[in-house]
Structure formats: structure tokens, C-alpha cells
């Protein structure tokens, strides 16, 4: 299944500069999802991480990691909706830089889920590259648009 914007938009809740991902590739439920960001040159943190040469920040492509993720677990036609929110960030490794003008592709693979926490397994990728990698551990909660 592919998802565009509005689709991706349907699903997280976040808005504005805080929404990182711009499509949905690939989804298999509870598998396996890859999503995509196309990395623009006007972008908030563009001027100054770092001046004269802006790299796209790590807490940033994990933020997009976190977020790709989301469609693991939320969306699943019968299963209720869920939002993952970060609790734990391991063996996060930054293997390349990210700059402007380029498109990140992050590859999430479920890992293990218990206790209401999921994990994942991530992979950034920037023009075929390993950008970025690690695993994610998320809290499954409400939707993300009402408080509980």
C-alpha cells in the first residue's frame, strides 16, 4: 500500500514542520513499512545546523524514524488506532550526513512488542546509503488528536 501527504496526514498527527514524512512507500501491518522524506533547502534548521554547510539534525531523522514507524502499528482496518510515542532510543548510529535536496528513505521492521511497548528496528537511507540506523521503542497509545 502507498500513501501520499494527505494519506500520511490521515494517520499522524502532526503538522506543519514537525510532520517528517511525505509518503508511504511500502506497508505491511505490523511487519514491515518504508516512508520517505524529501529533504528541502528552505527548511527551519537550514541556517544554522550548520552555516555555509546545513546537514538535516540526528534528532530530526529519528524524529522521521519515530514517526515512520506509527504505520506498523496504526491504521490496520478492525485494529484500534494507536499512536507510538518514543520511549527509549538504542544503538542509534549516524552513518552519513543528510543534506538539503536530497530524499531520506527510512525502512521500519517490527522487532518486538509487550506491556503496551513496541519496538522496531530502523534504517535511514540517503541516496542508497545507511544514513542512520537503531531501534526504537515506542508506547502505544489513544490517537493522538484528543487528549485521554
Known amino acids: 500500500m502507498k500513501l501520499d501527504r494527505d494519506g500520511v496526514m490521515e494517520v499522524l498527527p502532526h503538522r506543519g514542520v514537525m510532520l517528517m514524512v511525505d509518503g508511504i ?3 505491511d501491518y505490523g511487519k514491515r513499512v518504508v516512508g520517505y522524506r524529501d529533504v528541502g533547502a ?6 544554522g545546523h550548520f552555516p555555509d554547510r546545513p546537514i538535516l539534525p540526528g534528532a530530526l531523522i529519528i524524529e522521521m524514524m519515530a514517526q515512520v514507524c506509527a504505520f ?10 494507536k499512536i507510538p510515542y518514543i520511549a527509549k532510543v538504542e544503538e542509534v548510529k549516524f552513518l552519513d ?4 535536496n536530497s530524499r531520506l528513505v527510512v ?8 506491556a503496551g511497548f513496541v519496538r522496531a528496528k530502523c534504517t535511514a ?5 545507511p544514513a ?3 531501534k526504537l ?4 497509545s489513544g490517537d493522538g488528536r484528543t487528549e485521554e
Open 42 to 47: 528552505g527548511e527551519f534548521w537550514c541556517d
Open 137 to 140: 521503542t515506542c508506547r502505544l
Open 72 to 81: 506498523l502499528f496504526v491504521g490496520e482496518e478492525g485494529r484500534e488506532r
Open 107 to 114: 525502512e521500519a521492521l517490527f522487532d518486538a512488542e509487550g
Open 132 to 134: 542512520a540506523r537503531g
Open 125 to 129: 537511507l540517503c541516496g542508497g546509503k
Open 97 to 100: 550526513k543528510v543534506y538539503p
Open 25 to 27: 512507500e511500502e506497508l
